[in-house]
């Protein structure tokens, strides 16, 4: 059953923007992170992003400094947007949530997050 749902995926070309949105039914207010993974075709979801309760975000180094997370927690919603697309950001990129120590390392654990939408594709071509 999913309980967080994903969208604004799409295509753009390579340099172009795009946001996906995230909402919960109370899930996301709840939950101390919210976290964005992405998935290539046969290979294992990876982080993109995560944010706590107090605002601290973490991002992989492939987008930091191109991707931005942010989350609402009065409208239940949680933003990724997505500045500079490069055609290795083409997946499926994932909203989850769940209650996650906040470290350097632990926002990455995929097992560490209970909810998770169905994904939404972002293609980028060239």
């Known amino acids: 059953q999913v309980q967080v749902l994903e969208s604004g995926g799409g295509s753009v070309q390579a340099g172009g923007s795009l946001r996906l949105s995230c909402v919960g039914s109370?899930?996301?207010?709840?939950?101390?992170?919210m976290g964005w993974f992405r998935q290539y075709p046969g290979k294992e979801r990876e982080a993109v992003a995560s944010?706590?309760?107090?605002?601290?975000?973490y991002y992989d180094d492939s987008v930091a400094g191109r991707f931005t997370i942010s989350r609402d927690n009065t409208e239940d919603k949680v933003y990724l947007q997505m500045n500079n697309l490069k055609a290795e950001d083409t997946a499926v990129y994932y909203c989850?949530?769940?209650?996650?120590?906040?470290?350097?390392?632990?926002?990455?654990?995929?097992?560490?997050?209970?909810?998770w939408g169905q994904g939404a594709q972002v293609t980028v071509s060239t």
């Open positions: 989850a949530a769940g209650w996650v120590e906040q470290d350097a390392n632990s926002w990455r654990n995929i097992n560490e997050y209970v909810y």
């Open positions: 109370g899930i996301i207010y709840s939950s101390n992170c």
């Open positions: 944010i706590y309760r107090d605002g601290n975000a």
